[in-house]
């Protein structure tokens, strides 16, 4: 249909207000009404860069009918926004699912390039990047033993995300099963104030205090 609405996905910073495109910018005010992950997290954001529109949540808990309500949106007319608190929507992250159900019903998807935590990291390890495989993150609980199995057996640079209660449990788990041999990055806060990067053999990540505030990027080769 012709007077279809677009959705666009749109990266925004993962810490640093600095890192959004000047095109991200002039679509988060051109758009009728922004779809965030959490509304306070994005009208902080929005209030840096004094700009004023409606949002409306869409997160990993929001029910069927959400995506339903999002797409008669659409459908009449109206162009949207999507964006996660930090970095590109859809990765690790629900926007896949909505976009998934938008495509089935020829609704036009609009890319926003921009920052993501997994490319800013690996772009600092130094390990080769032709070819990597992304984990997303791991389970909390169930089947986490052969999730790290899985992370140690692969040939290729290895990233997952992780968040600071639970890395402590990680460095653990990779250590009882990770060659000695395997190199880690570790990224804390990747563009924050307390930015910091860890390297080393596990044995050599482990012997290091590792400040457990914040979230993860961890990238193993």
Known sequence: MEN?????????PIGNFGDITLRALETLKSVDLILCEDTRVTKNLLNHYKIIKPLKSYHQHSPLRVVKEISE???NGQTL?????????????????????L???GIEIV???????LTTALSISG????????MGFPPHKNKRQKYFKEVAEQN??????????????CLQELNHVLPAEKQIVICRELTKMFETIYRGSIKQILEQKIDERGEFVVIIN
């Open 4 to 12: 279809q609405g677009k959705l666009y996905i749109i990266a925004t």
């Open 103 to 105: 495509v089935k019903g």
């Open 156 to 169: 290729n640079t290895v990233a997952f995300y992780e968040s600071g209660h639970r890395i402590t449990k």
């Open 111 to 117: 890319p926003m390039p921009g920052v993501s935590a």
């Open 127 to 134: 390990f080769p990047t032709d070819k990597f495989i992304f």
């Open 81 to 101: 926004g999507l964006v996660t608190d930090a970095g590109t929507p859809g990765i690790s992250d629900p926007g896949n699912l909505l976009v998934s159900q």
């Open 73 to 75: 949106l659409l459908k």
